[in-house]
């Protein structure tokens, strides 16, 4: 939200007319009703970043900042995007996608490694097992991982 009031702000700065909308499950009612003449789409995670509320502009002919549909869902789901990357030469970290299961009962690699959720925004059920780390973290077992039954592990690359 904080993102979308900062832009809301700077693009009211630069004199542009803005409605904000606060997504929700009426979105295509909601934009019938505000009649945009474009759409910036300041939204994060999914919805904004996963390709659905761009298949809902795209539908309904309403421009829009961002990526497409495709380019959205395949940035989405890191264990494809990982698969494109690679199939076009670019260099991934060591790793793969593993059952929570699995992860929970023992390092699937030796630490530090970065365990995420598969279709999350960026930071979303991030956690770093640390070098000297005994176990993997708890929260894989206990209820507080709610983002499905498979996760991405990588290697650990330290920088920015």
């Given at each position: 939200?904080?993102?979308?009031?900062?832009?809301v702000k700077a693009l009211?700065?630069?004199?542009?007319?803005?409605?904000?909308?606060?997504?929700?499950?009426?979105?295509?009612?909601?934009?019938?009703?505000?009649?945009?003449?474009?759409?910036?789409?300041?939204?994060?995670?999914?919805?904004?970043?996963?390709?659905?509320?761009?298949?809902?502009?795209?539908?309904?002919?309403?421009?829009?900042?961002?990526?497409?549909?495709?380019?959205?869902?395949?940035?989405?789901?890191?264990?494809?995007?990982?698969?494109?990357?690679?199939?076009?030469?670019?260099?991934?970290?060591?790793?793969?996608?593993?059952?929570?299961?699995?992860?929970?009962?023992?390092?699937?690699?030796?630490?530090?490694?970065?365990?995420?959720?598969?279709?999350?925004?960026?930071?979303?059920?991030?956690?770093?097992?640390?070098?000297?780390?005994?176990?993997?973290?708890?929260?894989?077992?206990?209820?507080?991982?709610?983002?499905?039954?498979?996760?991405?592990?990588?290697?650990?690359?330290?920088?920015?």
């Amino acid at each position: 939200l904080s993102s979308g009031h900062e832009c809301v702000k700077a693009l009211e700065g630069e004199g542009f007319r803005v409605t904000p909308v606060d997504v929700g499950h009426h979105l295509a009612q909601q934009l019938a009703e505000v009649a945009p003449d474009v759409c910036f789409n300041a939204l994060h995670g999914k919805w904004g970043e996963d390709g659905c509320v761009q298949g809902v502009l795209e539908i309904m002919g309403i421009p829009y900042t961002h990526s497409g549909v495709l380019a959205s869902a395949l940035a989405m789901d890191k264990d494809k995007a990982r698969a494109i990357y690679v199939q076009h030469g670019l260099d991934v970290a060591e790793g793969g996608m593993y059952d929570v299961e699995d992860l929970a009962r023992d390092h699937i690699m030796a630490p530090p490694y970065v365990i995420k959720p598969p279709a999350e925004g960026s930071s979303f059920g991030v956690f770093i097992v640390r070098e000297g780390a005994n176990r993997p973290p708890k929260e894989l077992t206990d209820g507080t991982w709610t983002f499905g039954k498979r996760a991405l592990v990588e290697k650990f690359i330290p920088g920015r």
